[in-house]
T-cell receptor
Framework: DAGVTQSPTHLIKTRGQQVTLRCSPK?????VSWYQQALGQGPQFIFQ???????QRGNFPDRFSGHQFPNYSSELNVNALLLGDSALYLC????????????FGQGTRLTVV | AQSVSQHNHHVILSEAASLELGCNYS??????LFWYVQYPGQHLQLLLK??????LVKGIKGFEAEFIKSKFSFNLRKPSVQWSDTAEYFC????????????FGGGTRVLVKP
């Protein structure tokens, strides 16, 4: 039973560029949430996708967008990258939207130079 | 907006010592509560969770936590730590009205000296 898988594991981008991160949820899960974890801080909620729609959003600018596919996998897109976007991006999957336990992937380490 | 405070950023202790990590949250409604652990080089893993019922919950690896509603607290405890408990520990809150959104504390780095 595969857990949550994320790709790539590491990424280096230049300021102003765009990036796409990918996530496959744990088998049987239909909800995907994305979190940003800056160095030395706890994860911060970016947004959540369920039934291919963004259901909730945290306090992140519109440069952050996402998508969920019919197979429940998801992408996180960040446009016009800033140095401050450097962080570990975590994907979490769960079943439904009723507060179920979330399972996390290993994350994608994004460095913006 | 809800917030979560973890009182200690760093804790250093010796093997066999007892561990208690504090967690307080600010939210007036009903919540689900979680403790996650991140071992070096690994992903976040669930240690334990509280949804309802007995406020003393037991998790994996000998950890337990107590929900005290009146104090908005959910402190994590382990009576006797091992070197393998070296990790970063995160408290997280999910208001039941907020779907699956988790609000995390800033984390506590625990170093257990052999």
């Amino acid at each position: 039973d595969a857990g949550v898988t994320q790709s790539p594991t590491h990424l280096i981008k230049t300021r102003g560029q765009q990036v796409t991160l990918r996530c496959s949820p744990k088998s049987g899960h239909d909800t995907v949430s994305w979190y940003q974890q800056a160095l030395g801080q706890g994860p911060q909620f970016i947004f959540q996708y369920y039934e291919e729609e963004e259901r909730q959003r945290g306090n992140f600018p519109d440069r952050f967008s996402g998508h969920q596919f019919p197979n429940y996998s998801s992408e996180l897109n960040v446009n016009a990258l800033l140095l401050g976007d450097s962080a570990l991006y975590l994907c979490a999957s769960s079943l439904g939207t009723g507060g179920a336990e979330a399972f996390f992937g290993q994350g994608t380490r994004l460095t913006v130079v | 907006a809800q917030s979560v405070s973890q009182h200690n950023h760093h804790v250093i202790l010796s093997e066999a010592a007892s561990l208690e990590l504090g967690c307080n949250y600010s939210y007036g409604g009903t919540v689900n509560l979680f403790w996650y652990v991140q071992y070096p080089g690994q992903h976040l893993q669930l240690l334990l969770k509280y949804f309802s019922g007995d406020p003393l919950v037991k998790g994996i690896k000998g950890f337990e936590a107590e929900f005290i509603k009146s104090k908005f607290s959910f402190n994590l405890r382990k009576p006797s730590v091992q070197w393998s408990d070296t990790a970063e520990y995160f408290c997280a809150v999910n208001p039941k009205a907020a779907g699956n959104k988790l609000t995390f504390g800033g984390g506590t780095r625990v170093l257990v000296k052999p």
